[in-house]
């Protein structure tokens, strides 16, 4: 099929200015400013939901929570612990070896997906840290957080 040749075909003429939309305006600035909570990512009101809940446990357990690191992925790995046979975790333990410290991770979007909104959320995702924690300090999730069903 044969087309005319354009002057963008020509490597001797200037280059056109590229537009950013049909219009040529570009983007006219952010949507919502900075400073308001509608800026914020999932991702970051995730990690500031994760962020309380170990905050809320830390007061109580501060000198057992010592060191232990607090993370958020989005999905698990595909690789399954042995005892998650046919359930996706949302959350998993990684007890302290040699110099690594313990570490609790959280998984996101399994979460998300469960979630009706966001108070539901706020509370799984505070759940599912008291049960890592739990697993930790070797406890009872209830004698980690007694206010655990005032949720």
Known sequence: MLRRPSPADDPRLPAAPRRRDRRGRGLRGPLAPAALPAHRTRRAQFDELVLDAAERLEQRWSRELDGVEFA????????????????????????????????????????????????????????????????????????????????
């Not at 840290?129 to 655990?148: I, K, R």
């Open 72 to 151: 958020v992925e989005d999905v698990p790995p595909s690789d399954p612990a042995p005892w998650e046979r046919g359930e996706v975790p949302l959350g998993r333990l990684f007890p302290a070896q040699g110099a690594l410290a313990a570490r609790v991770v959280v998984y996101r979007r399994p979460l998300e997906t469960r979630a009706t909104d966001r108070l539901v959320l706020a509370a799984m995702v505070h759940e599912v840290v008291v049960e890592q924690v739990a697993h930790l300090l070797d406890l009872d999730p209830y004698q980690v957080d007694p206010g655990m069903d005032d949720d």
